[in-house]
């Protein structure tokens, strides 16, 4: 699931891209309307949800927002310092679908995302994305995983994992790599052998055979990666 990030502030933008990326989004950065517009025109279709800081050094997040909802259905959240209800109530009527004041929690914004998902998801049950690996079955919209039909109740650091190696299927990732992904800002420490406790759980999981794993594959001195074939969506 691909987010659109518009936001000047360098330092807010890593960061959002940073935490964003470890909560299993693809997430594209601009840092003013006119790359943002390049990127709306050439990619919208494939974007899931956008994030606008309303003031930009060459415009503003309204302009983007205006653009976004004449070409398609796409959910905009709009990020601002101005908490007055002049500004929400008019980015509000131009069809955003939420907005965050600043500075805010990591956590509260991934919350209002995935509210925002859920609506559309419910509004458009058609369009609900599902990943089919194997005999696995993952809806993001939802955060839930199946196997042969069935739901499989996976922790919260686990559905991370699963969904970085989504992400990356087809590439070998390092340990290091992983470690880096999975790293939460909250504070919950991931070193090398919890991750290798958490791999293990995961194939305990996903796998028909933990022992001879074909969804997650251990690629002997280099890392692990995601089998890329038989993946539909």
């Known amino acids: 699931m691909k987010l659109l990030i518009v936001e000047d502030d360098q330092t807010i933008a890593s960061g959002l891209e940073y935490s964003l990326t470890q909560e299993g989004y693809q997430v594209t950065v601009c840092h003013n309307v006119q790359e943002a517009i390049q990127i709306i025109d050439q990619q919208l279709d494939s974007i899931s949800l956008c994030l606008f800081d309303l003031s930009l050094p060459d415009g503003s997040g ?118 880096e992904l999975i790293w939460d800002v909250a504070g919950e420490f991931v070193n090398d052998n919890t991750l290798t406790v958490y791999i293990k759980r995961l194939r305990q999981k996903i796998e028909d055979n933990a022992q001879q794993p074909v969804i997650i594959q251990t690629v002997r001195g280099l890392g692990y990666r995601m089998v890329d074939k038989d993946v539909k969506k």
């Open 62 to 179: 309204y302009d983007l927002c205006r653009r976004v909802k004449e070409t398609a259905d796409v959910p905009v959240i709009f990020l601002t310092v101005v908490d007055d209800e002049v500004n929400v109530v008019m980015g509000l009527d131009m069809g955003a679908d939420d907005y965050i004041t600043k500075p805010f929690r990591i956590r509260e914004l991934s919350s209002r995302i995935k509210t925002v998902l859920r609506r559309y998801q419910k509004s458009k049950p058609q369009a609900q994305e599902v990943i089919t690996i194997h005999s696995l079955e993952v809806h993001p919209l939802e955060g839930k995983v199946y196997k042969h039909q069935e739901e499989l109740i996976l922790t919260a650091l686990e559905y991370r994992l699963l969904m970085i190696f989504i992400n990356h299927r087809g590439q070998i990732l390092s340990r290091e790599q992983l470690l």
